[in-house]
């Protein structure tokens, strides 16, 4: 408990855009405690803002007022907004003064009348469970997404809608990507945030992009007041309740000003452009990553290789904008943001064991146009030490596959495909999770080092011997017993876990697969009416095993399922082919069948 009143457990942020007056609409948004922006509206005296956020403000809450709350000096700036300015005004992020010589500041400013109506305090230091703080979205968005300088989207005269538009569409795919941060903010594909998007991108004039602007701007001073709740050490609050003050994302370190467009473009890269640009481009790059990920997958699929999990994503504006702006040296580190940050596309593949890595790698080398093929956990050996280990790849296309309506929406695209065990992906998340919160003291860090690199040998070691222990199952004598099938549950299919042992001894030499793929295999073998091993043994009699695999000319090490999937292709040709669970795979059957009945 602090001097002021107890820490209560935050319930909702809410964000306040405020008018300064009642003829203009003010902006509302609340979120919960785990980032989730339950509401967004627009609101117009202070009766409709207190009703509006009565459910949201009974219990604790923090309420961040994009307004001066508290307005002490007669004339010029508030000393905090001449704190704030001189860290922000470079980036156009000044705030404008506020004065008791203004009359909207000569008596008790609107800021200060709603929180008191609200029953908030306003001390910033505070932490009573129900308080207000005074934010400002435009320094906030500089240090949160690391702009060189704030975002066009205020109607100010010379801007035209077009450009309105873009700049706001650039805020909402920042506000977006705030999914992946700390603490995260979730508003991607919820109605409220959709219906804000639509209003964007169909708005015919300037003052249907203010309504959407006012509560844009809310939900970003919503954040605000959770990220200084969560993060109070990357918060910086400038000026004090006596004087005035404004709270904010705290400037990091060696950010700085973009250049403006009036000088020699050649000077430096204009990352507020390509910002712009990779927005727009954004949402056709979510379909892009939806792409590759289907093909990763069904191309592991489809040679039966164990793995975990494919999943992928599209970077977000925010994490595109801070790769961006990076710099070394003084120096920009790309000159050409939208061509040279190849992980706009990225998909991730996790195996169970490290000769899996390989394995995938290999296959996808068979697959796709491979550009770029870095062994992460090779560098890091190298340099003599443990640490972050993954395989890094930058693929396309092969222009051969032209004319496949499946993969058409790839061509020309480029994907950058991880590839780790999940004992190597738990280090790399938990790692970076570690040092991306800065949870850890700087007397500590030295410490963490240490560990997070025993850490990583021990992971080294589990993962070779995972890699024996499963070559010794492989290789050992398996046995598959008929009483393990239990025929009192009326299931007629041979139970996943015998057909495994089965496999095991049948294709010594094979690789486990997916724990799935054996029950979907054991599905196509009821409809070829086998019902017991010894039946399927029986029927694997007749093939030519040499000649199956020198005519499939397997390039990478497949998985027993597919083993077993091409010698039943090979015994039952175009009835295999036609049977119902092969549906979605015929023409792909149909290729390997031809490549298999071709004579010497």
């Excluded at 609340?30 to 459910?55: F, N």
């Excluded at 890595?357 to 770029?372: F, K, M, P, T």
């Excluded at 410490?447 to 890699?467: M, V």
């Amino acid at each position: 408990m602090s001097a002021d009143g107890p820490d209560d457990v935050v319930e909702h942020f809410v964000g306040m855009d405020l008018a300064w007056g009642e003829r203009r609409p003010t902006g509302l948004a609340v979120v919960d405690g785990d980032g989730m922006l339950l509401a967004v509206s627009a609101a117009q005296t202070d009766d409709d803002i207190v009703t509006a956020l009565a459910p949201y403000v009974e219990g604790a809450c923090v309420v961040a007022i994009d307004a001066p709350i508290v307005v002490a000096n007669a004339t010029g700036n508030r000393p905090a907004e001449a704190a704030l300015n001189k860290d922000f005004a470079r980036f156009d992020a000044g705030a404008h003064p506020a004065n008791t010589g203004k009359p909207e500041f000569r008596e008790q400013p609107r800021a200060a009348r709603v929180a008191a109506r609200l029953g908030l305090d306003i001390n910033p230091r505070s932490r009573r469970p129900r308080r207000a703080i005074e934010v400002y979205p435009h320094p906030a968005t500089v240090a949160l997404f690391r702009l060189g300088r704030t975002l066009k989207y205020k109607n100010k005269p010379g801007r035209d809608l077009e450009q309105l538009r873009a700049e706001l569409l650039v805020l909402l795919g920042l506000v977006e990507g705030l999914g992946a941060a700390e603490p995260p903010l979730h508003v991607d594909g919820l109605p409220v945030w959709t219906a804000l998007r639509s209003a964007t991108e169909t708005a015919t004039r300037k003052s249907e992009l203010r309504v959407v602007e006012d509560q844009v701007d809310a939900v970003v001073c919503a954040y605000v007041a959770l990220f200084a709740e969560r993060r109070p050490a990357d918060t910086t609050t400038y000026g004090d309740l006596e004087t005035g003050y404004i709270v904010t994302p705290t400037l990091p370190e060696g950010l700085l000003p973009a250049p403006r467009p009036a000088r020699d473009p050649a000077a430096a890269p204009d990352i507020g452009a390509a910002v712009r640009r990779y927005a727009e481009l954004q949402p056709q790059l979510r379909d892009v990553t939806d792409g590759f990920v289907r093909l990763v997958t069904s191309i592991l699929d489809e040679a039966g290789i164990n793995y975990l999990t494919v999943t992928g994503r599209a970077k977000s504006v925010s994490s595109f904008a801070a790769k961006a702006a990076r710099a070394l040296g003084g120096r920009p580190l790309y000159t050409d943001p939208l061509r040279e940050i190849t992980d706009q596309v990225g998909v991730r593949v996790i195996t169970y064991v490290q000769s899996d890595v390989q394995a995938v790698v290999d296959l996808l080398g068979d697959q796709v146009v491979v550009h770029d093929d870095r062994d992460m956990g090779q560098e890091t050996a190298s340099e003599g030490r443990f640490g972050y280990s993954s395989r890094h790849l930058i693929v396309g296309l092969d222009p051969a596959r032209a004319g496949d309506e499946d993969t058409d929406p790839l061509q020309g695209q480029q994907a950058a495909i991880q590839i780790r065990t999940v004992l190597q992906h738990a280090w790399a998340e938990f790692e970076h999770d570690t040092r991306y919160k800065g949870a850890v003291p700087a007397e500590h860090v030295l410490e963490l080092d240490r560990r997070f690199t025993l850490a990583a040998g021990l992971l080294e070691l589990a993962d070779r011997e995972f890699s024996t222990i499963r070559d010794l199952l492989r290789d050992g004598p398996t046995e598959a017993e008929d009483d393990d099938h239990d025929e009192e549950d009326g299931d007629p299919r041979m139970s996943p876990r015998e057909l495994a042992a089965f496999l095991a001894g049948q294709y010594s030499d094979a690789g486990w697969s997916r724990t799935d793929h054996y029950t979907w295999i054991s599905a196509l073998v009821l409809e070829l009416g086998i019902t017991s091993l010894a039946a399927l043994g029986e029927s694997l009699r007749s093939v030519d095993d040499e000649a199956l695999r020198e005519r499939m000319g397997y390039r990478y090490p497949p998985g027993a399922v597919r083993r077993l999937d091409d010698a039943l292709l090979w015994v039952y040709g175009e009835r295999y082919v036609e049977l119902h669970g092969n549906a979605h795979r015929v023409p792909a059957l149909r290729a390997r069948l031809a490549r298999m009945r071709v004579e010497d």
